[in-house]
């Protein structure tokens, strides 16, 4: 029996406390142009160190001893891991407004009667804070593009003008991803490709435990509507896959029993196979599959059509230069010979259903088929450079995506310094919750300045003003390129309220009784 130790009210608070700000600290130096790096030690890498100006991975590689400690550095890279996840950047300050909020709340309602209602106003401000975001939000050119990502590379005007370039050619329908270079140059390749909102039917299909991605070379590509139960119907072409040293990916379902199958024989014998849902339901999954079918090359085999699975041979096979699958996502380029008839079938489906009430799902279709995929290979002098690097750009993809979709704002954590929260309802609560918000929206800011060794200034800025700590000059960050994706914004706004109220919220925490303890 695992014996439990409870810590109560104060005692438990504060060791939560303690544990937001270690992890803080840590990760606070890094935000802004003038942010520090961080130095790691980690197995991951020659030499055993990791170099990092990146959030999340900083935020990743703390463990305390104690664990209460532990226990809130966990609540904090968990927020820290949904926004990267949501996206792509802003990590660090989520981790910046979850410190202050629990901070300026303590000072306030540390023995307040009305705490519960205090921290549901907190939470109610989040969705306010959303809206007066979207408001000041503004649609990206081909400047500001260039802006977000050389911002988010750390100020690296080569990779900001490399990643814009690469999402102006691929348009709004393509897809930027990141790999490492086989030399010291960083450069981006565009090839045809499409993304898929599906991803990998089984953590045992990764391939790549850094990026908890299966990625596949050349693999072959088995397209089909039907439930496979039992391996009978594709033994021969996986058995043929397999003697010719290649990979497969599988777009279809797949029972528990033939996945566990298919997961021993990859432990077993090296077999290189990772399996995906078809996208969509209904009568749309037959039309994508289609497409998908298409574009690679494949035939398509569905058992609404009476396609017997016996009858797949390698022919029906299509190929694809590379896939990418993640947890939600696979991104497949296409190969350089595949018989290109991707206008002539766009063309078709606009002539075909231009007065259809299913435009929205045309648009779709054609969206994923006529997409195109960038590829940017990271190059750098040594492992240690190449991971710092890597971070950057990974960020930097990231967030020009969430700025292509949702916008910019001004950025150098003004948009949020400058929000005013207006209480819901007219009463001590509500005007304490959406005070103790307001005031916690500068830190963003406040840290940029500080580690910048900049004061902060005596005097309140005008809206949309702030400090471009490069040059040290004072102007409207817009005017200056100095910007944030709105999504980036609001995703880390939304994170950090989370996480602080529910600390906020604790009375009592239960843990394992360590050795330590005894």
Known sequence: MIVKKIDFAKTGQAKLIKGIDTIADAVRSTLGARGSTVLIESSEHIGGITITKDGITVARSINLEDAVENLAVMLVREASSRTADQAGDGTTTAIVLTQAIIHNALAVIKDSDNKIEIIRAMQRASDDIVKELSKVSVKVDEQSLIDVARISANNDNQIGGIISDAYNKVGVNGVVTVENSDGSDTYCDVSEGMRLSRGYTSRYFITDKKTNECVLENPYVLVLNHVIENLSGIEQVLADVMQKGRSILIIGELSANVLNTLNLNRARNGMKVCVILPPQFGWKKNEMMEDIAHVTGATYFSEDTGDNLQL???????????????????????????????????????????????????????????????????????????????????????????????????????????????????????????????????????????????????????????????????????????????KVTKTAVINAISVATTILSTNAIITNVRESDR
């Open 312 to 486: 797949v041979r390698m022919e029906d096979l299509g190929r694809l230069k590379r896939a990418v699958v993640s947890s939600d996502t696979t991104i497949m380029i296409r190969t350089e010979d595949t018989n290109d008839t991707t206008a002539e079938l766009v063309e078709k489906l606009w002539q075909e259903h231009q007065n259809s009430r299913t435009q929205d799902f045309i648009k779709e279709r054609i969206a994923v088929i006529s997409g195109r995929v960038g590829v940017i290979h990271v190059g750098a002098d040594s492992d240690i450079e190449l991971k710092e690097k890597r971070d950057r750009v990974d960020d930097a993809v990231c967030a020009t995506r969430a700025a292509l979709e949702d916008g910019v704002l001004p950025g150098g954590g003004v948009a949020l310094r400058d929000i005013k929260i207006k209480p819901q309802n007219d009463n001590v609560s509500d005007r304490i919750g959406c005070s103790i918000i307001e005031k916690s929206l500068s830190a963003p800011f406040n840290q940029i300045l500080d580690n910048a060794g900049l004061s902060k200034p005596t005097k309140p800025f005008p809206k949309g003003r702030g400090f471009n700590v490069n040059t040290e000059k004072v102007g409207r960050m817009m005017d200056m390129g100095i910007i944030d994706p709105t």
